[in-house]
């Protein structure tokens, strides 16, 4: 019976990725100027004001590449405040309250804030 471990081991590996898929994709971390949404790298994520209509995003090409969004893995769902959206490209982002996040290229390192108030349409993402 070698295929019951081998089925444990598989089921165990779809649990994980079940719960991984659904939790909170950011996290919050204290900056220079308070509390702010961080991605998995500790990057503080950001949201544009542009974004007007719920769950679009308005920030593709050019823009994409320099505020490049907060991709969700194929499987990530909703929960409470954090929904997926799909982008112009299909691709999935993640949105807080409905704001799609990005993170800035200009951000070198971990606690890094200066996309806040860039052209007056980029705002830190606070939790």
Same mark, same amino acid.
């Given at each position: 019976?070698k295929?019951?471990?081998?089925l444990? &081991?598989a089921m165990?590996?779809? =649990?994980?990725?079940a !719960?991984a898929?659904s939790?909170?994709? &950011?996290?919050?971390?204290d #900056? *220079?100027i /308070?509390q702010?949404?961080?991605? *998995?790298k500790?990057?503080t994520? @950001?949201?544009?004001?542009?974004?007007s209509t719920?769950?679009? =995003? &308005? !920030? $593709?090409g050019?823009?994409a590449q $320099?505020?490049p969004?907060?991709?969700?893995?194929d /499987? &990530?769902s909703?929960s /409470?405040d954090? =929904?997926?959206i799909t982008?112009d490209d299909g *691709?999935k982002?993640?949105a @807080?309250k409905?704001?799609?996040?990005y #993170?800035?290229?200009?951000?070198?390192?971990?606690?890094d804030?200066? *996309?806040e108030g860039f052209n007056n349409?980029?705002?830190v993402?606070?939790?």
């Amino acid at each position: 019976m070698k295929t019951a471990p081998i089925l444990a &081991a598989a089921m165990l590996a779809f =649990s994980l990725a079940a !719960c991984a898929s659904s939790m909170a994709p &950011a996290k919050s971390a204290d #900056t *220079g100027i /308070g509390q702010v949404l961080v991605d *998995g790298k500790s990057m503080t994520l @950001y949201t544009f004001d542009r974004d007007s209509t719920p769950g679009k =995003s &308005a !920030c $593709n090409g050019p823009c994409a590449q $320099n505020w490049p969004p907060l991709m969700a893995a194929d /499987g &990530a769902s909703a929960s /409470g405040d954090w =929904s997926v959206i799909t982008r112009d490209d299909g *691709g999935k982002q993640w949105a @807080y309250k409905g704001k799609p996040l990005y #993170t800035w290229m200009r951000d070198q390192k971990p606690g890094d804030t200066t *996309g806040e108030g860039f052209n007056n349409i980029w705002r830190v993402a606070r939790p």
